[in-house]
């Protein structure tokens, strides 16, 4: 019985490490732009679609001190029609 469930252990923990990576999400940043007299930065970040989520663009603040923060998720969104720095 120890056996058992020592190889149903194993089995599972196996299964846990090889789904990690497939439930991660590949973000691609598509610009940095550099905010004048600000102390931050902004990033547009393309998700790309997978099983659970849509494709989206997303706006985000890049802190130094206080790390990375999420400014307006726009959805259903391959691309940016028009940039202008």
Do not use: W
């Not at 149903?8 to 973000?27: N, Q, R, Y």
């Not at 940095?32 to 679609?49: A, G, Q, T």
């Not at 985000?60 to 001190?65: F, V, Y």
């Amino acid at each position: 019985m120890k056996r058992i469930c020592i190889f149903v252990f194993l089995i599972f923990k196996l299964c846990l490490l090889g789904c990690t990576d497939t439930l991660k999400v590949k973000e691609k940043e598509l610009f940095v732009i550099e905010v004048p007299n600000k102390l931050y930065k902004l990033r547009i970040v393309h998700i790309p679609s997978n099983a659970t989520i849509q494709s989206s663009i997303q706006v985000r603040k890049l802190n130094i001190n206080k790390g990375e923060e999420l400014l307006q998720d726009y959805e259903r969104y391959n691309y940016l029609e028009n940039y202008q720095p």
